[in-house]
């Protein structure tokens, strides 16, 4: 069954088409020119494989052994025989289709339908038609294909790397026992390849030199490719094992102005810029490479730019400029923690570091200290030498990482946002990453950059390996909305980054650990008493819990399912390649069920541990997971093991599973909780205040003198989550007058809170038609693009013709900037 003609790139899966059972990439150098003027990122990437699980050679000879890979495969349970994945030359050599066509989308797609090659299905998925890989004699004339994510790149040379020219390389060549056949070139290339890439971690920075020499080695031959919609097929014509294969090739390429990987646009200043946004597609437009999570890689990389740019990268060092000509910068960065391609990020632009007077950022680190050790200190200790991970330089091996409570950090902004950052954002980072600390333990990372990225950006924050953007949403309207984004960010670089999803489709293991630790790293970082925290975190829920029963009533419900593959999550094909369920759904990034189910299991596993033992839970997994991919059932069962008591309690994975992790709508043991939170103080003095609004709203509606007297209500100072909670109980009013939505604008300034407060106040505006406000729609859909795309929807549903013009006007206005998704569904919407 081919992948490329079964999936039609604007439908709802994701495919995964990389064949890491075969090859895995280790390591990527990339070396890249980035090009305002023509949208366009151009240079080489060289990739340095390892022979993958599934193929392994064992003789000299060139014979290969697939009896152990057949078994494997029977054991799992395979319908269909092993196959290693071949192609024909006979019915290729002669083709064009390994030249590249360098031509526009349309035709690319044409061409790549019509093709012979592709026209036959399980020559183009890479598969040997051959149905038996164990009979050698059948596919002696086969070619091995290597398969790449790729997607809106042109393609312009794939070539071999002689990295036996590399001088002082020798050194990788004698540990090898070298006898007669193996002597061949080829065969050295790849020995080196295999010795730099297994260097022991406390060589890591010879390991980059040599890899830095390696990718500037010549090219020793051009190998034969082609591009489909959503892969880079590669050969070398005779080679038919994946161990045979040049495990060090390069491939020069462009990225296309159209490609979903980054996004081409101006920042709040109105200056040229591009970012990677967290594309549904994530990096394989910016760079072809393997996207199933398993191939977890190191990469390196120098990007040139004009001067006057800031690149920042996913990279652990703190890079600055060296400059190669007039005008010419060149940016390097590296990592050396394995981790999945796509959480590469970049970011270019004219970007200025926020600073803050040296004195005030120490005393922020300073007053923080109180709590940066972690409560119980045994937990850290305990497990330190007993890594789980492949191979790295950990910091969790590494005895002054494991002290340190605040990582070194940069903040960067526009030009015209400096000054907001400065407001709250700067202080706030030591602040969170000290609670973090305090909560978790070692910082994952050694450094940590935060951009405050274009207006277009699709969500309040995204985490990436040393870098976090947050959208400009968070800055304006107090500390609160700031801090707490800013919390649920640095959670993943624990849940999401340094532990990751072993399937893409459990997301929630991401988010909704993230969520359920933003509130605690919040209360710690605010220092609070016990009792104001219980007090927040459970009025956080009951606003989660309405958000959740909305969420549940209004989307699909296959999309409510956590675990949406069940059984089967985890399970790749044969060649590793696999399917990301409704990964390409555009409305799927404005869902909220995998952060809100997700949060309120842990909620609920938390408050039947405790919350004390429940957090050494945590720590725990942490030290046993970090570097390593998880699924559900790894997390659910070391909790479970270590409250033997609750065993008896009828907690156990499947009942979670079943409950939990399986079913769409609001889960069961949900259901019997939700009146709880209604007890809780702050929710009662909200109740109250909304009393005094509807009482008001019915004397003014009955009195003659439209006029409220000023002293005849007095309403308290309200929290920002007891606003939003307010004005979401106000929006179940019918009717409210307009004299009662203007006093409620000026009572609590509803325009200078933060945007979780104003995007309900634009939500009242609309539901009551009050045109005062529409200004504060207008501001809203063009700053706050993070957040408006529903309020679009809600301005068409009143078929209000003033109220549909407004949606039309500020579509236009911010549409040619717009990520695709968020674009898509607004469409959808208006036309």
Same mark, same amino acid.
């Given at each position: 069954?081919?992948m490329?003609t079964?999936?039609?790139?604007m439908?709802d ?5 990389a064949n890491?059972?075969?090859m895995l990439?280790?390591?990527y150098v ?7 003027e023509?949208?366009?990122?151009e ?6 494989f390892e022979t993958g699980?599934q193929y ?9 052994c697939?009896?152990s890979?057949?078994?494997?495969t029977? /054991?799992?349970?395979? %319908?269909e ?6 192609i024909?030359?006979g019915?290729?050599s002669?083709?064009?289709e ?8 349309k035709?690319?797609e044409a061409?790549?339908?019509?093709n ?14 051959s149905?038996d890989?164990c009979?050698?004699e059948?596919? &002696? @004339? ?8 790729c997607?809106?790149l042109?393609v312009l /040379?794939?070539?071999e790397?002689?990295?036996a020219a590399? %001088?002082?390389i020798?050194?990788? #060549?004698?540990s090898?026992?070298l #006898? ?6 080829e @065969?050295l290339r ?8 297994t260097l022991?971690?406390d ?8 890899? #830095?020499h ?7 031959g051009?190998l034969?490719?082609?591009?489909g ?14 161990a ?22 101006t +920042?709040?200043s ?7 946004m967290g594309?549904p597609? @994530?990096?394989r437009?910016?760079?072809?490479c393997q996207?199933?999570?398993?191939a977890?890689?190191?990469w390196?990389a120098?990007?040139r730019t004009?001067a006057?740019?800031v690149v920042?990268?996913?990279g ?10 007039e005008g010419?910068?060149?940016w390097y960065y590296?990592?050396?923690?394995p ?6 990020t970049?970011?270019v632009g ?5 600073k803050q007077q ?7 680190i300073?007053t923080?200290?109180e709590?940066s050790l972690p409560s119980?200190q ?8 007993i890594?789980g991970?492949?191979?790295?330089p950990?910091r ?13 950090y ?5 030009w015209c ?8 954002l700067?202080?706030l980072i030591?602040?969170?990453l000290?609670a973090?600390?305090?909560t978790?333990?070692?910082h994952?990372?050694?450094r940590? +950059? ?10 309040l ?6 870098i ?12 609160h909305?700031?801090?707490?984004r800013l ?12 532990i990751g999803a ?7 293991? %991401?988010e !909704?650990?993230? #969520?359920?630790l933003?509130d ?6 605010q ?5 104001e ?6 009025l ?9 029963r909305d969420e549940?009533q ?8 956590l675990?949406p593959?069940k059984?089967?999550t ?7 390649a ?12 404005f ?5 809100l189910?997700g949060?309120f299991?842990l ?8 919350e004390v033992s ?15 991919l998880?699924?559900s059932? +790894?997390f ?5 093991? +270590?409250i033997?008591?609750?065993? &008896?309690?009828?907690?156990t994975v ?5 409950n939990w992790l399986?079913t769409?709508?609001v889960?069961?043991p949900?259901?019997?909780e ?5 007890e809780?103080?702050?929710?009662q003095q909200?109740n109250?205040e909304v009393?005094?609004w509807?009482?008001? @709203?019915?004397?003014i ?7 409220m ?6 309403f308290?100072q309200?929290l ?6 307010l004005l979401?109980s106000?929006?179940? $009013? ?6 009662i939505?203007?006093?409620? $604008? ?7 809170q933060?945007?979780?407060v104003?995007h309900r106040?634009?939500?009242l505006v ?5 045109e005062? !406000?529409?200004?504060?729609i ?6 706050d ?9 809600e301005?068409?549903v009143?078929?209000?013709?003033k109220?549909?013009e407004l949606?039309r006007?500020?579509?236009?206005a911010?549409? $040619? ?12 919407m208006?036309?």
């Open positions: 069954m081919n490329e079964q999936l039609d790139p439908k899966d994701l495919p995964l088409m890491t059972s075969y990439v280790k390591h990339l070396d890249l020119d980035v090009d305002f023509n949208k366009v990122i240079g080489s990437i060289v990739l340095f699980s392994t050679k064992i003789s000299s000879a060139g014979e290969e697939c009896q890979q057949c078994d494997e029977c /054991k799992m349970g395979a %319908s025989p092993c196959r290693i994945p071949m024909n030359v019915t290729c002669s083709k064009t390994y030249n590249d066509f360098a031509v526009s989308g035709e690319e061409t790549s339908d019509e012979s090659n592709h026209s036959n299905n399980e020559q183009a998925s890479g598969i040997s038609s149905k890989c009979d050698i059948n596919h &002696g @004339n086969k070619d091995f294909l290597l398969v790449l994510d997607c809106d042109s /040379k794939v070539e790397v002689d990295v590399v %001088s002082g020798e050194k990788f #060549t004698r090898a026992k #006898t007669g056949v193996s002597k061949k070139l @065969n790849n020995q080196i390849v295999h010795e730099l890439v022991p971690a060589r890591w920075k010879e390991q980059l030199y040599y890899f #830095t390696c990718s500037q080695a010549p090219g020793c051009e034969l490719f082609s591009t919609t959503w892969s880079l097929e590669i050969r070398k014509s005779g080679i038919q094992t994946p045979d294969f040049p495990h060090a090739i390069r491939i020069c390429y462009k990225t296309k102005p159209e490609g979903r990987s980054v996004t081409w646009t +920042d709040q109105g200056r040229p810029c591009v970012y990677t594309s597609i @994530n990096n437009a910016l760079f072809p996207e199933p999570p398993i977890l890689s190191t390196q120098s990007v004009a006057g740019f920042l990268m996913s652990e060092n703190s890079a600055g400029p060296v400059q190669l000509q010419i910068l060149s590296y990592v050396s923690m981790m999945p391609a796509s959480t590469f970049i970011a004219c970007w200025q570091e926020v040296s004195f005030k950022q120490t005393a922020a300073e923080n200290t709590f119980s045994s937990d850290f200790r305990c497990h330190e030498d890594c991970h492949m191979e790295y950990c969790f091996q590494n005895p002054a990482a494991r002290l340190q409570a605040v990582i070194p940069r903040v960067f902004a526009p946002l400096m000054e907001s950052c400065k407001e709250y700067l202080q030591p602040q969170c000290s973090a600390y305090a978790l333990g070692t994952p990372f050694s940590l +950059d935060v951009l405050i990225v274009p207006s277009n950006f699709s969500s924050g995204m985490a990436s390996p040393h976090i953007f947050l959208s400009q949403s968070v800055l304006p309207g107090g500390s909305l700031c801090g707490t919390c649920h960010e640095i959670a993943h670089a624990w849940f999401g980054l340094a072993r399937d893409w489709t459990e997301e929630w293991i %991401s !909704g650990f993230a #969520t359920f933003e605690i790293f919040w209360a710690r970082a220092q609070l008493s016990h009792d925290i219980k007090g927040q975190q459970e956080k829920a009951l606003l989660r819990w309405r958000r959740l549940v209004n989307c699909e419900e296959e999309l409510q399912v675990r593959k059984e089967s985890g399970e790749l094909s044969e060649s590793g696999s399917v990301v369920k409704y990964g390409l759904k555009a409305e799927k990034i869902m909220q069920v995998h952060y189910k949060y299991l909620r609920s596993l938390a408050r039947t541990v405790g429940y957090l050494a839970s945590l720590r725990k997994f942490v030290i046993k997971f970090h570097g390593q998880v699924l059932q +790894d659910l069962s070391m909790l479970l093991e +270590d033997p008591k609750q065993k &008896g309690s009828g907690l499947e009942s979670i599973f079943q399986d769409s709508g889960p069961k949900l259901l019997e939700g009146e709880t939170w209604k809780c103080q702050l929710v909200v109250d009393s005094k509807i009482q008001a @709203n019915r004397r509606r009955k009195s003659s003198k439209k006029k007297k000023h002293d005849e209500l007095v308290q309200l920002p989550d007891q606003l939003v909670l979401e106000l929006l179940e $009013e019918k009717t409210l007058c307009p004299r939505l203007q006093y409620l $604008e000026r009572t609590y300034q509803l325009r200078e933060d945007a979780e104003r106040w634009c939500e609309i539901k009551h038609k009050y005062p !406000g529409y200004r504060d207008e501001r809203f859909l063009r700053e693009q993070a957040m408006g795309v529903y309020l679009y929807g301005l068409m009143n078929e209000d013709a109220q549909q949606a006007k500020c579509f236009a911010a549409q $040619e900037h717009m990520d695709a998704s968020s674009a898509k569904v607004v469409t959808e208006l036309f």
